[in-house]
Antibody, heavy 123, light 110 residues
Framework: VRLVESGGGVVQPGRSLRVSCAAS????????MHWVRQAPGKGLEWVAV???????????DSVKGRFTISSISRDSSTNTLYLQMNSLRPEDTAVYFC??????????????WGQGTLVAVSS | QSALAQPASVSGSPGQSITISCTGT?????????VTWYQQHPGKVPKLIIY???GRPSGVSNRFSGSKSGDTASLTISGLQPEDEADYYC??????????FGTGTKVTVL
């Protein structure tokens, strides 16, 4: 199992950015996928989740209406998770982690995490 | 979606046991048996150490144990070791298909 995020960088407030997570070694159809963020020196904050079939998507109140989670499965072992971030705010500055849930069930723990990609929102 | 409340810091001597509390509400911790705990060493990614309140993933030391009473979950580390020094976060499913993390606890091994 491998999760590799990319796409982070410095962006001005109000602008958009899309971060990606290349997942390999397992199938998205057997796991829900999450985005979790961590502001510098702060704690973890759950951001969004997408169901195993890519249909159901849920968000933290802090990003609802601004962020969109999506996924693409090219085959059973190569999948990509995305987080489209619009109307970015300085408080969105954080390392963004993609993480795999152990199963497709609600409440499942996150057993694999990527190394994270840093998004800095600043003028 | 307020963060679950954890003590900012807990400390103990090697060999001792410590307990970290995680207090939520009747809508999250109190409503579901979906409390998880993560360990995060400085500069590292979080590691799942407890799932479903008290389940322990393969490979995680049995010195880590979890429990829940009402709206409060707890993580106990027994036989504290230097490598246990890290930040610990609880998390709970909230029932509206969303999740919430705790505020985090820094564990110091004296």
């Amino acid at each position: 199992v491998r999760l590799v995020e990319s796409g982070g960088g410095v962006v001005q407030p109000g602008r958009s950015l899309r971060v990606s997570c290349a997942a390999s070694g397992f199938s998205f159809t057997s796991h829900t996928m999450h985005w979790v963020r961590q502001a510098p020196g702060k704690g973890l904050e759950w951001v969004a989740v997408i169901s195993y079939d890519g249909i159901n998507k849920y968000y933290a109140d802090s990003v609802k209406g601004r962020f969109t989670i999506s996924s693409i499965s090219r085959d059973s072992s190569t999948n990509t998770l995305y987080l489209q971030m619009n109307s970015l705010r300085p408080e969105d500055t954080a390392v963004y982690f993609c993480a795999r849930a152990t199963t497709i069930a609600d409440g499942a723990g996150l057993d694999y995490w990527g190394q994270g990609t840093l998004v800095a929102v600043s003028s | 979606q307020s963060a679950l409340a954890q003590p900012a810091s807990v400390s103990g001597s090697p060999g001792q046991s410590i307990t970290i509390s995680c207090t939520g509400t009747s809508s999250d911790v109190g409503a579901f048996s979906y409390v998880t705990w993560y360990q995060q060493h400085p500069g590292k990614v979080p590691k799942l150490i407890i799932y479903d309140v008290s389940g322990r993933p393969s490979g995680v030391s049995n010195r880590f144990s979890g429990s829940k009473s009402g709206d409060t979950a707890s993580l106990t580390i027994s036989g504290l070791q230097p490598e246990d020094e890290a930040d610990y976060y609880c998390s709970s499913y909230t029932g509206t298909h969303t999740y919430v993390f705790g505020t985090g606890t820094k564990v110091t091994v004296l």
